[in-house]
T-cell receptor, first 110, second 114 residues
Framework: SQQGEEDPQALSIQEGENATMNCSYK?????LQWYRQNSGRGLVHLIL?????REKHSGRLRVTLDTSKKSSSLLITASRAADTASYFC??????????FGKGNQVVVIP | DGGITQSPKYLFRKEGQNVTLSCEQN?????MYWYRQDPGQGLRLIYY???????QKGDIAEGYSVSREKKESFPLTVTSAQKNPTAFYLC?????????????FGSGTRLTVV
């Protein structure tokens, strides 16, 4: 089955810096979504970008989608300690089934 | 407030036992899902249901069973046939099929075999 793959796997940054994560996928998608997971908790939906969109913003989040390269990036600007979490990309390949990547661990150092 | 409730938060199972994980939602969502999360492996789909009284196998359904008798409820049974059940189990729901909206997740159940 199709699987999103995030890169890099782990990221450690200082508070106030920007954090960028990438995700690649293998087949055509309807949309791509990003989720956050705090340790031991469920996932929280952050943002969805459709296949006909190239960029989307939500607060301090910026997502890009390049369907020709089958890749997406998530940028968190002006990071805060509360942004420490794992971030997953998920691809919708039809029927509203999502395929999740393995996740990016982000640590924001105060 | 609307959301998904998973219970229990922690569950311990003896060898050879069946256990049932509860998932209830009050979001009026049509679709519900069960995922398994192991360290370093992301989320893998066990079963999903798009409407009441209907469900489909996901990528790792062996050793698991589900039912969808009510729109609000989608319990998962981990049977004795599941040889490595220790994992974090996540239930999710979403609005109508093809709506293109994100999933809402519960807080998870951590199952440990003792």
């Amino acid at each position: 089955s199709q699987q999103g793959e995030e890169d890099p796997q782990a990221l450690s940054i200082q508070e106030g810096e920007n954090a960028t994560m990438n995700c690649s996928y293998k087949t055509s998608i309807n949309n791509l979504q990003w989720y956050r997971q705090n340790s031991g908790r469920g996932l929280v939906h952050l943002i969805l970008i459709r296949s006909n969109e190239r960029e989307k913003h939500s607060g301090r989040l910026r997502v890009t989608l390049d369907t020709s390269k089958k890749s997406s990036s998530l940028l968190i600007t002006a990071s805060r300690a509360a942004d420490t979490a794992s971030y997953f990309c998920a691809t919708d390949y039809g029927n509203n089934r999502l395929a999740f990547g393995k996740g990016n661990q982000v640590v924001v150092i105060p | 407030d609307g959301g998904i409730t998973q219970s229990p938060k922690y569950l311990f199972r003896k060898e050879g036992q069946n256990v049932t994980l509860s998932c209830e939602q009050n979001l009026n969502h049509d679709a519900m899902y069960w995922y398994r999360q192991d360290p370093g492996q992301g989320l893998r789909l066990i079963y999903y249901s798009q409407i009441v009284n209907d469900f489909q196998k996901g990528d790792i359904a062996e050793g698991y069973s589900v039912s969808r008798e009510k729109k609000e409820s989608f319990p998962l049974t981990v049977t004795s046939a599941q040889k490595n059940p220790t994992a974090f189990y996540l239930c999710a729901s979403s609005a109508a099929l093809g709506s293109g909206r994100g999933y809402t997740f519960g807080s998870g159940t951590r199952l440990t075999v003792v």
